[in-house]
């Protein structure tokens, strides 16, 4: 079955850097988009960013945008996220999904990975 296993969360202080690792398996990896969501606590699951199945698109979210950086690795099969100048509402819980079209809707979803920036 397909799985998307984030990694690489963690505290870190106002203005750090991080990055998270999505490994996926047990689909065509290439064929598909892959995108980053973020949800913080009380608050709605939103869109970070977005990288094409041959990583020559990507798309951010205007809160992201110059800060975090969206790449992937075909031959790992593993999507990344680039992230500097953190801030403390980027605080969330940062989850992968992959998508067949582009993102208009999402087919598989990882579990999430906890990011905490301190001020």
């Known amino acids: 079955q397909v799985q998307l296993v984030e990694s690489g969360g963690g505290l870190v202080q106002a203005g750090g850097s991080l990055r998270l690792s999505c490994a996926a398996s047990?689909?065509?990896?290439?064929?598909?988009?892959m995108a980053w969501f973020r949800q913080a606590p009380g608050k709605e699951r939103e869109f970070v960013a977005l990288?094409?199945?041959?990583?020559?698109?990507?798309r951010y979210a205007d809160s992201v945008k110059g800060r975090f950086a969206i790449a992937r690795d075909n031959a790992k099969n593993t999507v990344y996220l680039q992230m500097s100048s953190l801030k403390s509402e980027d605080t969330a819980v940062y989850y992968c999904a992959a998508t067949a079209t582009f993102g208009t809707s999402y087919d598989y979803w990882g579990q999430g990975t906890q990011v905490t920036v301190s001020s």
């Open positions: 990288i094409s199945g041959r990583g020559s698109i990507t």
């Open positions: 047990g689909l065509a990896f290439s064929i598909y988009a």
